[in-house]
């Protein structure tokens, strides 16, 4: 049965700090995307990856195949990042059907 | 990069009735799209895959004759919930995929069924 799971679940921090939310899953992947979900419901694809590091702005998500394991990384983070950010890899090999995980709900404070 | 829409984002029907959601591809052809459910404060469930001129796939569990799913073209699937009952208020969110392993996802729908 694969798995994704995610820590922290809640995570808040003031202004300015580094935040980093990690992502593990259990089965070999084709490729693994990190969602940012607002209060209300939209869902926006922040990344897919499926090795070595990606930078968007303030956002650098990093992932390693041999440990199974991803990080996303939020630097000088800002109120306006405050949202659930959500991981997903496939279901299994071979597949683009994805499991997603709990997800980690981040506050951060001015 | 690529967008999803989808349409209405939000809705609010009677039990009994029927409503359909749109899932479009603004700007790609989309050989797959996806269909998922959110219930409050849990995490996304797939429901179906759908495939252009193809019958969807269900997953276990779900429904094929409450939740019809038609993908007639590569830029359009839709979602119509049948005979709404209360419990099937969540959010409905599509993803669509390119042609290779990259999705993306649409802002989803919040339906209410009252």
């Known amino acids: 049965k694969n798995e994704v799971e995610q820590s922290p679940q809640n995570l808040t921090a003031q202004e300015g700090e580094f935040i980093t939310i990690n992502c593990s899953y259990s089965v070999g992947i084709s490729a693994l995307h990190w969602l940012q979900q607002h209060p209300g419901g939209g869902i926006v694809s922040l990344f897919m990856?499926?090795?070595g590091k990606k930078k968007h702005g303030r956002l650098i998500a990093t992932i390693n195949i041999q440990e199974k394991h991803s990080s996303l990384h939020i630097t000088a983070s800002h109120p306006r990042d405050s949202a659930v950010y959500i991981c997903?890899?496939?279901?299994?090999?071979?597949?683009?059907?994805?499991?997603f995980g709990t997800g980690t709900r981040l506050q951060v404070f001015p | 990069g690529a967008v999803v829409s989808q349409h209405p984002s939000w809705v609010i029907c009677k039990s009994g009735t029927s409503v359909k959601i749109e899932c479009r591809s603004l700007?790609?052809?989309?050989?797959?799209m996806f269909w998922y459910r959110q219930f409050p404060k849990q995490s996304l469930m797939l429901m179906a895959t759908?495939?252009?001129?193809?019958?969807?796939?269900?997953e276990q569990g779900v429904e094929k004759d409450k939740f019809l799913i038609n993908h007639a073209s590569l830029t359009l699937s839709t979602l119509t919930v049948t005979s709404a009952h209360p419990e099937d208020s969540s959010f409905y969110i599509c993803?669509?995929?390119?042609?290779?392993?990259?999705?993306?996802f649409g802002p989803g729908t919040r339906l209410t069924v009252t």
């Open positions: 993803s669509a995929r390119d042609g290779y392993y990259e999705q993306y």
């Open positions: 990856l499926s090795s």
């Open positions: 759908s495939n252009e001129g193809s019958k969807a796939t269900y």
């Open positions: 700007d790609f052809q989309a050989t797959t």
């Open positions: 997903a890899g496939p279901m299994g090999e071979d597949t683009d059907k994805l499991i």
